[in-house]
């Protein structure tokens, strides 16, 4: 038998022995690539290089507080500023001052508890023949009526009193006229008590 015809012989499946051995080579060799690539698994990417934070803005300070104007009371302001303040414009233009006027913002300075402004100007309005404002001060003074919540006086005063209701009365206020026959009745119990400026104020009675 020829060599030709060996190798043409097939195994007991039919396939020759030479094309076996290729096939087995192939299989051998398809295995050792599926080994060598790598699964579809994804490996996790490396982490983005952190970026700079925007620089932050810098935040605005406080705003600066405008100036304090002339009639707020500060440390620097002195008790009756402001009521001079309004006596020079009431006699601004060489004319007659408005008594009425300045009684008007005595009573507004009042009410704000500007008691030291607001004294000056009844005393102001009072010597300009305001009636009204002669009786206000007559009572911020007066024992019975007197309060340091609104006078700026340290203690009742009868000799005040007394000025400024006659001031008062003279003007025709008629209050003014009760209030000193009841700051006399006063005056005289305390004279009898042996209050010696009790006594002195008597003298000056009429």
């Given at each position: ?24 080579l192939?299989a051998?060799?398809t ?47 002195h ?10 414009e ?13 009684f ?13 402004d ?24 007066d ?7 609104t ?15 006659r ?26 008590d ?13």
């Amino acid at each position: 038998m020829s060599m030709e015809d060996e190798r043409t012989i097939k195994d007991g499946n039919g396939i020759p022995p030479r094309a076996k051995a290729l096939m087995v080579l192939v299989a051998v060799i398809t295995l050792v690539a599926i080994w060598l690539v790598p699964g579809d698994k994804k490996g996790t990417p490396p982490a983005l290089p952190e970026m700079a934070s925007p620089p932050q803005a810098e935040q605005p300070g406080p705003l600066p507080l405008p100036p304090l104007s002339e009639n707020e009371g500060t440390a620097q302001q002195h008790e009756g500023d402001r009521a001079r303040a309004i006596v020079a414009e009431l006699r601004a233009g060489n004319t007659e001052p408005d008594s009425g006027e300045a009684f008007a913002r005595a009573e507004q300075l009042q009410s704000e508890g500007q008691l030291a402004d607001a004294y000056l100007l009844y005393r102001f309005a009072a010597r300009q023949g305001h009636a009204q404002a002669a009786l206000v001060l007559g009572t911020q003074a007066d024992p019975a009526f007197y309060t340091s919540e609104t006078s700026v006086l340290p203690g009742p005063d009868p000799q005040q009193a007394y000025r400024w209701y006659r001031a008062a009365a003279a003007a025709g206020n008629e209050e003014a006229v009760t209030r000193l026959q009841q700051l006399r009745e006063h005056v005289e119990q305390s004279a009898v008590d042996g209050n010696a400026a009790a006594r002195r104020l008597m003298l000056q009675w009429r």
